[in-house]
């Protein structure tokens, strides 16, 4: 019976944590964003990229194989007061992504977007025609996609990992303190202690140093939101742990600090984050204007 109970236990931290971590990605501002695309009769969904890896050409691909469609993509830099560059968009084929195998081919219309540098943005939207009927997509809302170094995945991997484990073990941690077994609830807030420290304090700056050329963007240096929430949780975690780690008579601090990191982590990915500021050519971080990056 004590085992049946300890794996309720772990499946339902199991859901919370991967419904929670899916939450976060698709809020996420970087997230691609969902389009639907109605034009004469065709009807058609796409993915258009909102992050874009330095060193890799940046392809928008609208899901139309129709070769009687023609397009332009139309961009411009980000915040910068500029007229809208406009590309002509044009067939090509690509494969998709399959879990076994090689993926398909397919044909697709695809604009391919200048690189810009680390933490650059640009924002764009697209025109399509066939015959006589035009449809525009994201004129009223452009697209923002932002550019990043390429991170290793000898470093990408373990903190997303790590991450994602220290979810895991903190809705341990939280169901055991509401189950009133506080020798569990006290194991299991040392371990995401532990792998909150290493994947997000240890593996999070290797991945903004990649990505962004700094290691740490937060408070005191900035206000890097994905840095801040990382060390508020960890923060969260090292009172609960620094009380309880003789006496164990404050067990509600890990309830608390479970709580805060799951709050925190709520919040969408990458909001804000670094962004460059093309005048300076500093990069700076600040809010994120939700509503450019078509959250809803």
């Not at 809020?27 to 060193?55: M, W």
């Not at 371990?191 to 420290?197: R, W």
């Not at 949780?233 to 003789?246: D, M, P, R, S, T």
Request: charged share 20%; glycine share 6%.
């Amino acid at each position: 019976m004590e085992k049946i109970k300890h794996i309720s236990v772990w499946v339902l931290a199991l859901i919370i944590t991967i419904s929670a971590a899916i939450y976060q990605r698709k809020t996420g501002p970087t997230y691609p964003k969902t389009v639907q695309t109605s034009l004469s009769d065709l009807n058609f969904e796409s993915k258009l990229i909102r992050s874009q890896e330095i060193g890799t050409p940046c392809y928008v691909d609208l899901n139309v194989s129709d070769t009687q469609v023609i397009g332009k993509i139309f961009y411009k830099r980000y915040n910068v007061e500029e007229s809208w560059t406009e590309l002509s968009m044009v067939q090509r084929d690509i494969k998709e992504r399959a879990f076994f195998g090689e993926g398909t081919s397919k044909k697709v219309l695809s604009g391919l977007l200048p690189e810009q540098p680390e933490a650059g943005k640009l924002q764009y939207f697209m025109q399509i025609q066939k015959d006589d009927k035009i449809e525009f997509i994201a004129k009223e809302q452009p697209i923002v996609i932002r550019f990043k170094g390429a991170v290793p995945s000898w470093v990408l991997a373990p903190h997303i990992a790590l991450m994602f484990f220290s979810m895991l073990l903190a809705g341990l941690t939280l169901i055991y303190f509401l189950l009133k077994n506080y020798d569990m609830t006290h194991r299991y807030g040392l371990l995401t202690f532990a792998f909150l420290s290493v994947g997000g304090m240890m593996f999070g700056p290797l991945v903004q140093k990649y990505a962004f050329s700094e290691f740490w963007t937060g408070v005191p240096f900035g206000w890097d939101l994905t840095d801040n929430k990382t060390l508020i949780a960890f923060l969260a975690f090292l009172i609960a742990v620094a009380f309880n780690y003789k006496s164990r008579s404050k067990m509600y601090l890990y309830a608390i600090a479970t709580v805060v990191l799951f709050a925190v982590f709520s919040i969408p990915h990458s909001a804000f984050g670094s962004e460059l500021n093309y005048e300076t050519g500093k990069v700076t971080q600040g809010f994120i204007n939700l509503m450019a990056y078509q959250l809803f």
